[in-house]
């Protein structure tokens, strides 16, 4: 997205360049001229910046990518466009009933709060005190031998501890697994919503584009600019093509840029691969 948005800004930005020199020949008829080629300066500024700024973008998101694949951030890497198919969303009740089985924070917090309840079950447990009954057998030797055999009791000290704070302790910890555990879910309901929701609104939209809009938007913004040479369109027209030819082509990408970030976002929230 960050190649295509810098390449166009580029163009336009070169054709606002090679433009002023045609203004420059053309023959001089009063302020006009000046004042045009003034205009066309002051637009291939505007546009500049904003391929500049789409540049440093891509340079970032190059460098990242470097990085992840364990290569020098500095190395020369071009991105090749991938033409995802369109994500088709299931529908949201299917998407909740998954993502309560199979989310990751979800299972997470189940395993916290079953580890939980065997703590309290563990406490409950030590609140009676164990007592240990068997048998000993002594031998001493003081003269005669002298053999004694008895019976054992212990027990722990002091009897009257029966661990109550022990498993209200538990019992608290569990209550706060429990809370948690009722707060990760809807917090997961409400992020999958909205994912769901920003996938359906970005994707009609798309949809609802042709194809080839890119295409024909820089074809649009050549023709303005070979028809401005020949003095056939108006200076206001030829700027105007171009500044909307940049702006549909940021907008498009940026849409498709949301559909699959948000087919992804569901796909991780929901906790299986997308159907």
């Known amino acids: 997205t960050q190649q295509?948005?810098?390449?166009?800004?580029?163009?336009?930005?070169?054709?606002?360049?090679?433009?002023?020199?045609?203004?420059?020949?053309?023959?001089?008829?009063g302020v006009a001229p000046m004042l045009e080629a003034k205009i066309i300066e002051a637009a291939e500024v505007t546009i500049q910046r904003r391929a500049g700024e789409a540049a440093v973008e891509m340079q970032k998101a190059l460098l990242e990518l470097n990085q992840l694949m364990g290569r020098r951030a500095d190395e020369p890497l071009q991105v090749r466009r991938t033409e995802f198919p369109s994500p088709k969303s299931a529908e949201l009740v299917s998407l909740l009933n998954r993502a309560a089985a199979d989310n990751?924070?979800?299972?997470?917090?189940?395993?916290?709060?079953?580890?939980?309840?065997?703590?309290?079950?563990?406490?409950?447990?030590?609140?009676?005190?164990?007592?240990?009954?068997?048998p000993s057998v002594s031998h001493e030797r003081a003269g005669d031998r002298e053999t004694v055999i008895g019976l054992s009791l212990s027990m722990p000290l002091p009897v009257w501890d029966n661990g109550q704070a022990a498993v209200t302790a538990s019992q608290a910890r569990r209550m706060q697994a429990e809370a948690s555990l009722q707060t990760t879910m809807r917090e997961v309901e409400r992020q999958i919503t909205e994912a769901w929701l920003l996938l359906g609104t970005q994707q009609k939209r798309l949809d609802g584009w042709k194809p080839d809009s890119l295409e024909s938007f820089a074809e649009a913004a050549r023709l303005a600019d070979r028809h401005y040479r020949l003095g056939a369109v108006p200076l206001s027209t030829y700027l105007e093509m171009q500044d909307k030819y940049l702006e549909a082509t940021e907008a498009i990408n940026a849409t498709r840029l949301e559909v699959l970030r948000a087919a992804l976002d569901l796909e991780q929230l929901v906790g299986t691969s997308a159907p």
Do not use: H, M
């Not at 390449?7 to 001089?28: L, M, N, Y």
């Open 104 to 134: 990751y924070d979800l299972r997470v917090r189940r395993a916290e709060l079953e580890q939980q309840g065997l703590k309290v079950s563990l406490a409950q447990n030590e609140r009676y005190p164990t007592f240990t009954v068997g």
């Open 4 to 29: 295509e948005n810098a390449v166009a800004a580029a163009e336009v930005a070169d054709r606002f360049s090679a433009v002023k020199a045609v203004i420059v020949q053309r023959e001089p008829g």
